[in-house]
C-alpha cells in the first residue's frame, strides 16, 4: 500500500482521538477488568455497536499514557495485507514518536493479525484490541494468542451506566428522584442499552440494519452458511421468542435443515456473535447441565425493533433478560457461575454458585399482586431453597418492596424493585 495514503489515514485517525479528549464518555464497569500492566493483549469482545473502541479510549485517557491508534475498519485500508503490517508500525512511530501502547480497532480484518500481535507482544508492547464479535472469538483467540490474551466481555449500557448517560440521579431518595428512576427504567426496558441508540429517534431502523450486518457480514460470510434465507428467519424466530428452551429437533423440523448439526451449529453462530447469550440448567451432573439450555438476546431492543417481529410488551421477559445480562455482568466478575433451577415440582429462574455451592437463588417477576402468581414464584424459590441449601432468596418485580419472614422450612425473602435492585451492587 502507499506509504502516503497509509500515513494520511493514520494521521487523521490519530486527530479523531484528540478531539475525543475533549469528550466525556460514560464510565464502563468492564473497565476495571483492562490491565494495561499485562503482558498480555487486552482484548475487548462483544456485540457490535456495545462501546468496545469507547472503552478502550476511556481507560487510556483516565490512565494518562502515550499510545498510538489504528483502526482498520477504514475502507482506505481495507486493501492492507499482514506484510504490511510492519509498515503500519513504522507510520504510526513517525506520528506518534516513541509509544508503549498500541490500540488496535478491527484489526481481525487484516489476515495473520495475530502474527503481528504475537510479535509486538514479545517486545514488550501493551496492546489494547477490539473487534467485531464473530471475527475475534475465544477460540479463535486460544489458537492463535494462546495464553497472552486477556478477553474482556462487553454487552450495551447496563441500567446503572444508562442513567449515567440520561444524568439520571441514581442516589437521592426524593420523591422526584425516585420517580424520575422509575421513569427511566420503564425506557430502558423498552429501548435496551444499544449506547447509539439513546442519541436516535428511529430505534427500529438502527436495530434492523445491526442485526442485518450481524447476520450477513459476521456469520454469513464468516461461516459460509450454505441455507442463508432459512438461517435468517431461524434468527429472526430466535429473537421474537427468547428468553426460551431451544431444541435442535424442533429447529431442523420447522426451518428445513438437513440435520440437527446443522440447527446446532447456526445457534452457535448467533451466540458467537453474541446476538444471544445461553444459560444452562442446574444440575450436580455434568450430562445434566449441557441438556435444555436457555437463550436470552444480548439486548431487549433486540426482542422487537425489527420487521415481522410482530413483538408485544412482553414486560416479564424483558424483566427476566434485564435481570440475566445484570448477573452475568455481576457474576463474571465475582468468579460465580449461574444456572436456571427446573424440575418436576417448580421452577427458580437464577442460582449463583460457586464451586457446588449455591449462593443465592433469584426469581423474577413483573408483578406478584395476583395470589395465584405470588404463590407460584414463592414456591419457585421455597422448592430451590430446599433442594440446594441456599439460604439466600431475591425475589425481583417491577415495583414490590417487602421482607418475608423466614419459616420452619424456608429463610427469608426479600422482594425488591428490579430498578433499586440494578443499582446497588
Known amino acids: 500500500m502507499d506509504t502516503r495514503i497509509l500515513e494520511m489515514v493514520l494521521t487523521e485517525q490519530a486527530e479523531e482521538m484528540e478531539r475525543k479528549k475533549t469528550l466525556k464518555f460514560c464510565d464502563r464497569m468492564e473497565e476495571s477488568l483492562v490491565n494495561l500492566d499485562s503482558t498480555q493483549a487486552q482484548v ?47 507510520v504510526l512511530y513517525k506520528i506518534h514518536g516513541d509509544f508503549n501502547y498500541l490500540f488496535i480497532d478491527e484489526i481481525q480484518n487484516i489476515p495473520e493479525w495475530y502474527l503481528f500481535v504475537n510479535r509486538l507482544l514479545r517486545t514488550g508492547m501493551h496492546i489494547l484490541v477490539t473487534g467485531s464479535n464473530a471475527k ?10 494462546t495464553g497472552r490474551h486477556n478477553p474482556i466481555p462487553l454487552y450495551p449500557f447496563s441500567f446503572a451506566e444508562y442513567c449515567e448517560f440520561r444524568n439520571v440521579d441514581t442516589k437521592k ?9 422509575r421513569a427511566a427504567f420503564d425506557d430502558y426496558l423498552k429501548q435496551g442499552g444499544f449506547p447509539e441508540v439513546q442519541s436516535l429517534p428511529d430505534t427500529r431502523g438502527y436495530i434492523t440494519a445491526l442485526v442485518d450486518s450481524i447476520l450477513k457480514r459476521d456469520i454469513e460470510q464468516r461461516f459460509k452458511v450454505v441455507y442463508k434465507a432459512a438461517f435468517e428467519r431461524m434468527a429472526h424466530h430466535l429473537l421474537n421468542v ?29 451466540k458467537q456473535a453474541y446476538l444471544l447469550t445461553e444459560l444452562h440448567k442446574f444440575s450436580y451432573k455434568s450430562s445434566l447441565r449441557v441438556m435444555g439450555e436457555k437463550l436470552y438476546p444480548i439486548d431487549v431492543a433486540l426482542m422487537n425493533n425489527r420487521p415481522d417481529a410482530m413483538a408485544a410488551d412482553n414486560l416479564g421477559w424483558r424483566l427476566e433478560t434485564v435481570v440475566y445480562l445484570e448477573l452475568q455482568r455481576r457474576c463474571r466478575q465475582a468468579g460465580l457461575d449461574i444456572y436456571y433451577f427446573s424440575d418436576r415440582s417448580g421452577e427458580c429462574d437464577f442460582l449463583l454458585c460457586r464451586d457446588r455451592t449455591v449462593l443465592q437463588a ?45 419459616t420452619e422450612d424456608c429463610p427469608s425473602i426479600s422482594v425488591r424493585p428490579v430498578y433499586d435492585w440494578l443499582l446497588h451492587r
Open 44 to 90: 475487548v469482545i462483544g456485540v457490535r455497536r456495545s462501546g468496545k473502541s469507547t472503552l478502550c479510549f476511556n481507560v487510556l485517557k483516565k490512565a494518562g499514557v502515550k499510545y498510538a491508534y489504528a483502526n482498520f475498519d477504514d475502507e482506505r485500508l481495507a486493501e492492507l495485507k499482514g506484510s504490511d503490517l510492519n509498515n503500519v508500525l513504522e
Open 136 to 145: 475475534l472469538l475465544s477460540g479463535e483467540l486460544a489458537t492463535h494468542l
Open 173 to 181: 431518595l426524593t420523591t422526584q428522584a425516585v420517580a424520575l428512576r
Open 242 to 270: 427468547v428468553p426460551a428452551i431451544v431444541s435442535d429437533r424442533a429447529l431442523r423440523a420447522d426451518f428445513g435443515f438437513k440435520s440437527e448439526h446443522t440447527s446446532r451449529n447456526y445457534v452457535g453462530y448467533l
Open 362 to 406: 433469584v426469581q423474577v417477576s413483573y408483578d406478584i399482586l395476583d395470589p395465584k402468581t405470588r404463590r407460584r414464584e414463592l414456591s419457585g424459590l421455597r422448592l430451590a431453597a430446599k433442594r440446594t441449601g441456599c439460604k439466600e432468596l431475591l425475589l425481583l418485580t417491577d415495583h414490590e418492596y417487602e421482607d418475608i419472614a423466614a
